[in-house]
């Protein structure tokens, strides 16, 4: 039993020795962060719509019309050559409706750039509607993101999506006077605000990444001091991103779990970035968290934040995996002492203990038999850990 935890284990951590990442696309960022990345925003106009001379006048040439739409350049950083392949691709794509009001769309693309294929991410952000304006109603605009590839943009589907619903306020200026003031920077930044965040926070902290990685599985708060803001967001969003609140548990029983952390005294975890390396105090960690740690610093030396994901989704799964074992190991050690050995076994194996009781602990609290025995796998581990020390 322990021989295939440990290699499933090691299957999940391996992730950057596997086909999938292991191939050209880890080539490309082994030398530098930033790959070559690219954005395009285009006028979505419905055939209803009485308004489109303006844009479409002006730029004709940069105009493709269909019976029911047309679709205007806006701004592009593609190279000249590549941007009207782009158009008629998300054209055909609308054509289809393919192209759902605010749901982004992955898929790969041909273009005339050095990368040839590329993962394009695209967005349809439709106006809002008003009994003022009803010829607005089918009207907005296409936003497109290409860089890395269709799987490792799916990795960010929701930070890009929510990069792009960040723009919906600058997008009602008439005729987006502030294109080149606002939606252009913003646009521009996105590789850098969407996918670079975790690369930059295991950057930060280099192998004290089990400190934030068991801060997060246990809903420790942390606090960092003496940074910009933008390091304060990368923490954050990196906490979040690591954190199974949501996943591991049905809604209910996630409140219930975090009802319970924060009723115990946890220290905040905190990150002084006063110096660099910064210092983290009230640190705490597990054998779990630290076997990870390799594997994210081999991927922030690649400089591959895609791969940085993946990783940190593996993690995740395998923490879910076990604690699923540890629930079905405790409904049989209410019936069976060999079960509650073969429990104690497995907490002693996955390095993960502390975590795990603590969630199987607010799952089970309306159950005494659940409870008394996970006080004796608490009560088990703490007798171990005092063996070792």
């Not at 975890?269 to 983290?280: E, F, K, N, Y």
Request: proline share 3%; aromatic share 8%; net charge negative.
């Amino acid at each position: 039993m322990f021989t295939s935890q440990t290699s499933s284990f090691q299957d999940s951590i391996d992730v950057e020795e596997r086909d999938d990442f292991d191939s050209e696309e880890i080539a490309g960022y082994s030398q530098k962060i930033q790959l070559n990345c690219y954005y395009t925003i285009y006028l979505y106009q419905g055939t209803r719509s009485e308004a489109s001379g303006a844009w479409n006048q002006r730029r004709a040439d940069s105009t493709t019309s269909q019976d029911d739409f047309s679709l205007t350049l806006i701004d592009s950083s593609l190279p000249s050559e590549a941007e009207p392949e782009l158009r008629t691709y998300i054209s055909r794509r609308l054509s289809k409706g393919a192209l759902l009001g605010g749901m982004g769309n992955i898929a790969t693309v041909e273009l005339s750039i050095p990368e040839q294929a590329v993962g394009c991410y695209c967005c349809l952000l439709e106006q809002e509607r008003s009994p003022e304006q009803p010829d607005a109603d089918g009207n907005g605009y296409v936003i497109c993101f290409m860089g890395g590839s269709e799987k490792g943009l799916n990795l960010f589907r929701l930070e890009l999506d929510k990069y792009v619903q960040g723009l919906h306020s600058s997008l009602q200026t008439p005729e987006l006077q502030n294109l080149e003031t606002e939606v252009r920077p913003y646009l521009s930044q996105w590789y850098e605000e969407s996918v670079m965040h975790i690369y930059r926070v295991v950057q930060l902290v280099q192998s004290n990444i089990s400190f934030l990685l068991h801060a997060a599985l246990n809903h420790t708060h942390v606090e960092v001091n003496n940074s910009d803001e933008r390091t304060k967001a990368d923490v954050s969003r990196f906490i979040k991103a690591a954190s199974l609140q949501g996943l591991s548990q049905q809604d209910t029983t996630t409140a219930s779990l975090c009802k319970a952390i924060s009723e115990d005294t946890h220290s905040d975890l905190i990150i002084d970035c006063s110096t660099s390396p910064p210092i983290l105090s009230n640190t705490v960690s597990n054998r779990f968290c630290e076997d990870w740690i390799q594997a994210f610093l081999n991927a922030a030396e690649r400089c591959n934040p895609f791969l940085l994901r993946q990783i940190l989704e593996n993690f995740k799964l395998k923490a879910i995996q076990d604690m699923n074992s540890l629930k079905r190991f405790v409904r049989q050690a209410e019936m069976s002492h060999y079960a509650l050995f073969r429990c104690c076994q497995f907490l002693q194996g996955c390095g993960n203990g502390d975590v795990l009781l603590q969630n199987a602990r607010a799952e089970h609290s309306d159950l005494p038999e659940a409870c008394s025995i996970i006080s004796v796998l608490e009560e088990f581990l703490k007798e171990h850990a005092q063996a070792q020390a």
